[in-house]
């Protein structure tokens, strides 16, 4: 394994560098591709594909190993291929699809993943990087996981940290929903987590930039939340905060950072359990 495959982020010009190399798999996970293919690229749409599943009514749950295995060996990725995941890269929402991705294959135990910083709007911003008219495919593979749950917080890890009030809590949405203001449909009441901060995953990746906050700048907004130690982070099905996850773990390199991807739509599904800011039941 290279040190370039475990670096986390990667840019354009790194990647234009390495297409060819028969261990690299570029993973475009746009929802839909529009404008074309970074060359050689499979596609694996992030929202149809099977990347997130609902169960017992919440969305976004991290599926099975079992199908996730399925997945990726049938987009031709095996256990010693490099993976570097293609966003549509024009806002942190769409990065999101690239690092909830990775956060999955990290789960997965596999550690050769890397995330294109900026997406296809990054690869494109230069007119001397090609542009395929459609995706790529590669023959199937075997994927073998070797799952890890460090990454993630469930439900009862969540319980256990609002009632121990010393875990650090992120709130990944814009501001409006964690004051209660404003609610998405997935989630059954407003409010946020009792004791959450808010970081909005809007100031850990830069649109009109294209690219991520330095690892400088997500320290300093950790530490002005005062959620350095091992955080959670969430938002409503765990898509936002993959943003945060990716930012605060991978890039400033905070340590035990933990993903709740059932999030708000599996926190306020049950009206017992309590909302921070939103109105009396």
Known sequence: MTT???RP????????????????????????????????????????????ATVDGVPGLLPEAADL??????????????????????????????TRVYWTFKSLGHDRVSVLDGGFAGWTADPGNPVADSAGSRPPKTFTAAPRSDLRATLPEVEAA????????IDARAADQFAGQAKSPQARAPGTLPGAVNIANGAFYLGADKRF???????????????????????NTG??????????????????VRLYDGSMSEWAADPARPLKNGPAE
């Open 4 to 6: 370039d495959s475990l």
């Open 9 to 52: 982020l990667v840019d354009a010009a790194w990647l234009k560098g390495q297409l060819g190399r028969s261990d690299l798999v570029v993973m475009d996970v746009r929802t839909p591709p529009a404008g074309g293919f970074i060359p050689g690229s499979v596609h694996s749409d992030y929202a149809t594909a099977g990347w997130r």
């Open 69 to 98: 295995e399925r997945l990726i060996g049938g987009l031709g990725i095996g256990n010693d291929d490099h993976v570097v995941l293609v966003a549509a890269g024009q806002n942190a929402s769409d990065m999101g699809n690239a």
């Open 162 to 169: 609002i009632a121990a009030g010393t875990v650090p809590l």
């Open 213 to 235: 906050a330095s690892a400088d700048t997500v320290k300093f907004l950790a530490e002005k939340a005062d959620a350095t130690d091992a955080p959670i982070t969430f938002c």
């Open 239 to 256: 898509h936002l905060a993959s943003v945060s996850w990716f930012a605060l773990s991978e890039l400033a390199g905070l340590s035990g």
